[in-house]
Structure formats: structure tokens, C-alpha cells
């Protein structure tokens, strides 16, 4: 069984910068790609960013390119998520997922691609 644990969210300001975390364990991490995706209220769940299994490709919504990174430590079984210049727009629960294909070459934007999903990290920004 794959578990998936975030941690990092919180309340800050906007302009501020936050870093996720997620912590990976029951599979071997280095062979999956994974994916960062947030849900606001009455929304539906949207991707945010992914990074290939080696951490050597990287894709970003068009929302958070140039403010989010996303990076991996497969030594830690750890994916993060730093955001810098928070908007208030992107106040959501935040979700790390792990890609259903181990060593796929494709970085996937879609929920249905990603088989294992962590319970979420609450992130608020205030204007």
C-alpha cells in the first residue's frame, strides 16, 4: 500500500512564498513520476505541476509557471512543491499523487493518470 503524506501549508500573506512537502513510502518512489494538483471550494481539483521519475523534466499549469517549482529527493522518497508570490487565487488544498506507469515518459495533467493521492495540506493566502 502507497501512502502519500503532505505537509508544509499554512496562512500567509500574499507576495509570500510556502514550501510542500510529500513524503512517500510503499513503492519505489524513484520509478514514478509525480504530480502536484489543488482543489479550491466549489471547484473542481486541477492540476498545478509534475516532474518526471528521475526529476530531470518538469511541466507547469500556465497559472503557476515562473512562481511554483517543483523538485524531488529520491534518496528521501520526497516530492516539494515551493511557491513563491502567492495570489490569493491560489488558496486551496494542495495534493501530491504518484503517476499509475512506473518510468513513463509522458508527464501527465490529468487525475485519472495518477493512482495514489495524499490526504491534502491546506494553503491560504490573504490579500
Known amino acids: 500500500q502507497v501512502q502519500l503524506v503532505e505537509s508544509g501549508g499554512g496562512l500567509v500573506q500574499a507576495g509570500g512564498s510556502l514550501r510542500l512537502s510529500c513524503a512517500a513510502s510503499g513503492r519505489t518512489f524513484s520509478s514514478y513520476a509525480m504530480g502536484w494538483f489543488r482543489q479550491a471550494p466549489g471547484k473542481e481539483r486541477e492540476f498545478v505541476a509534475a516532474?518526471?521519475?528521475?526529476?530531470?523534466?518538469?511541466y507547469y499549469a500556465n497559472s503557476v509557471k515562473g512562481r511554483f517549482t517543483i523538485s524531488r529527493d529520491n534518496a528521501k522518497n520526497t516530492v516539494y512543491l515551493q511557491m513563491n508570490s502567492l495570489k490569493p487565487e491560489d488558496t486551496a488544498v494542495y495534493y501530491c499523487a504518484a503517476d499509475r506507469r512506473p518510468y513513463t515518459m509522458v508527464l501527465h495533467t490529468t487525475t485519472p493518470n495518477y493512482d495514489y493521492w495524499g490526504q491534502g495540506t491546506q494553503v491560504t493566502v490573504s490579500s
Open positions: 516532474i518526471s521519475w528521475s526529476g530531470g523534466s518538469t
